[in-house]
């Protein structure tokens, strides 16, 4: 029997060595687990010919996505990112030392910052997801756009299942 990837060999020699677990689950994620590390790379070069990280695409993005004036506070992007402040704050120090965002205090609530997209910044972010999305749609070429849609759909599906209010449910190990 051929196998269709390195996690269906694994699959097979952990079948065979214990018969009495099922191992579908494993093989799913072993699946997402080396896409994430597969197509990772690709995503990150794609990032590097505009000079940025993928963090950094992340905080531009975001900024981007929030429309004129193209403001957000440290706290709420690093919610959005789930990411701590003091990562934020790495990041944004970064992303402010190559001009592509501003940082001021906030007229309104002197005890917050406010950060904003500068124009390069803006046309940073606007030509790096034009290229993004591109390689993105490449990177899915191998399927068709009902498979596409099906793994969306199901990805989607247990992402709400794993993010949702309460796990309580979930189970430990």
Known sequence: MTERDVVQQHIRQW?????DLSFGAMATF????????V????IAETFSRHELNIGEF??????RRSGEPFVLTPSTLAKAM???????????????????????LDPEN???ILVSLTAAGRTTVDAAVVEHVANEESLLAGLTAG???????LL????????GPTRSDRPTL
């Not at 990411?83 to 501003?102: I, K």
């Open 15 to 19: 079948e065979r060595e214990r018969p």
């Open 30 to 37: 072993a699946r997402l687990g080396r896409l994430a590390a």
């Open 39 to 42: 197509a990772g790379p690709m």
């Open 58 to 63: 992340d905080v531009l993005a975001a900024l």
């Open 82 to 104: 789930m990411l701590s402040t003091a990562a934020m704050t790495n990041r944004l120090d970064r992303l402010q030392a190559a001009g592509l965002v501003d940082r001021r």
């Open 110 to 112: 002197r005890r917050s």
């Open 147 to 153: 498979q596409r849609q099906t793994l969306d759909d």
């Open 156 to 163: 989607a599906t247990l992402l709400a299942s794993l993010e």
